[in-house]
């Protein structure tokens, strides 16, 4: 455990949390959006997982991240048109129609994988890092908070983006009405489905980037690469209260404790007969957190209910 508490390693496990909470924070922060407008997505990590593969598959043809970065993003993009499709123009159920679009995602993907590639292959590069200037010289500090990628960057700096959205912008103002009472969103003039189709968008886009995240990361894919990543982003928008803020902290609590498991697991200090348990302490953890904290913050009044103007 000694070896554990050094500063090199403490501070190599801080920049690794920051790095695994990026497409968390990406998923939970568009999840909050779209539930904020009434609209549960379970969808998400099906998203994830086809815009992993689409991304994946790019950078492997063209070795260009930019463009794996746009597939990406437009593959969220159409699966978020679906979704909005079925759920405010049909009206479909949303759990079922989540939990469709995530099996959709999963088998897809799986099989897009083994027709287009088969055999997993690295992809010629990953993500660089980009460090901040002046700030990246810090002592020990500088690289660990100030040297990551321009994704994880932007999923950071989304959290007060996101906040003044809600709190001081027209399209925030309604998408917080139309989650509470779409009814009196309607008599205002406020169109229900405008809103609620563009917050699914911006979820979904979202998502896609968070799965797109997480293969040029890793610089592989592999079949059900997010393994639930979508699912425990859905529960930190619960964690965090339907708040941007809240969102980020439980982002970073669940990247922290993986990344500190992995240590142990480097320094041997977890016992190999635990390891799978081990494994499963960010999600206990979730798990235990939203037991304590959900209870306390009603969700949106209309969250899941379909909307039809009388």
Not at 81 to 86: A, C, R
Not at 105 to 123: N, R, Y
Not at 145 to 168: E, I, K
Not at 277 to 297: D, Y
């Amino acid at each position: 455990m000694s070896d554990f508490f050094t500063v090199s390693v403490i501070f190599a496990t801080l920049a690794a949390g920051i790095r695994l909470a990026t497409p968390y924070l990406l998923a939970g922060l568009g999840e909050t959006v779209g539930q904020r407008s009434g609209v549960l997505n379970l969808g998400v990590d099906g998203v994830m997982q086809l815009s992993a593969f689409f991304a994946y598959w790019t950078a492997l043809s063209t070795g260009n991240l930019w463009l794996a970065s746009l597939v990406g993003l437009g593959v969220g993009l159409l699966m978020g048109l679906v979704y909005g499709v079925m759920t405010v123009r049909f009206k479909a159920e949303q759990g079922i129609s989540g939990i469709g679009i995530f099996l959709f995602g999963l088998g897809f993907s799986d099989l897009m994988f083994q027709e287009k590639v088969g055999t997993p292959k690295f992809i010629p590069s990953k993500l660089p890092s980009v460090d901040i200037p002046f700030l990246s010289d810090i002592p020990k500090i500088g690289p660990a908070l100030f040297s990551h990628s321009l994704m994880t960057y932007g999923a950071f700096v989304m959290v007060p983006l996101l906040s003044l959205m809600f709190s001081r912008t027209t399209f925030g103002t309604n998408v917080r009405a139309v989650g509470e009472n779409p009814e009196a969103a309607d008599s205002l003039g406020v169109s229900v489905a405008r809103v609620r189709y563009t917050s699914i968008l911006i979820g979904n886009a979202m998502a896609g980037v968070a799965g797109t995240a997480l293969v040029l990361d890793l610089g592989i894919f592999q079949p059900n690469l997010t393994q639930g990543l979508g699912f425990i982003a859905i529960a930190l928008v619960y964690f965090g209260a339907w708040r941007a803020p809240g969102v980020m902290a439980g982002a970073l609590l669940y990247g922290f404790v993986q990344a500190t498991v992995i240590s142990w697991k480097a320094l041997e200090i977890i016992p190999r007969s635990w390891s799978d348990i081990a494994s499963a302490a960010p999600a206990i953890l979730t798990i235990a957190a939203l037991v304590v904290l959900a209870r306390r913050v009603a969700p949106p009044a209309a969250l899941t209910k379909p909307f039809t103007r009388h």
